[in-house]
Nanobody
Framework: LRLVESGGALVQPGGSLSLSCTAP????????MAWFRQAPGKEREAVSC????????NYAGSVKGRFTISRDNAKNTVYLEMNSLKPEDTAVYYC?????????WGQGTQVTVSS
């Protein structure tokens, strides 16, 4: 299983970005998924998670109301829509898949919020 994130970029404060996570050659339908982030000098933290059906979502307090996680199982893709971005959102963003007996991580995509 190889998770591939995309969509990271340099954006100004107050701006928006949409991240995507897919798994070429592997079906994500049956798995809960999550987005994490890691800022320089800080530990990796959970940002948001979504159930396999997409019916249940959760968010870290720092992003609630600004970020939206979603998935399109027909496209085998999980998204993280990020609005009202702040400099403190700057980090490498990773997606994670939760298997029954394993976890899998992507390589990360850099999000930088700066003027």
């Amino acid at each position: 299983l190889r998770l591939v994130e995309s969509g990271g970029a340099l954006v100004q404060p107050g701006g928006s970005l949409s991240l995507s996570c897919t798994a070429p050659g592997f079906t994500l339908d049956d798995y809960d998924m999550a987005w994490f982030r890691q800022a320089p000098g800080k530990e990796r933290e959970a940002v948001s998670c979504i159930s396999s059906s997409g019916a249940i979502t959760n968010y870290a307090g720092s992003v609630k109301g600004r970020f939206t996680i979603s998935r399109d199982n027909a496209k085998n893709t999980v998204y993280l829509e990020m609005n009202s971005l702040k400099p403190e959102d700057t980090a490498v963003y990773y997606c994670k898949a939760y298997g029954r007996t394993w976890d899998a991580w992507g390589q990360g995509t850099q999000v930088t919020v700066s003027s």
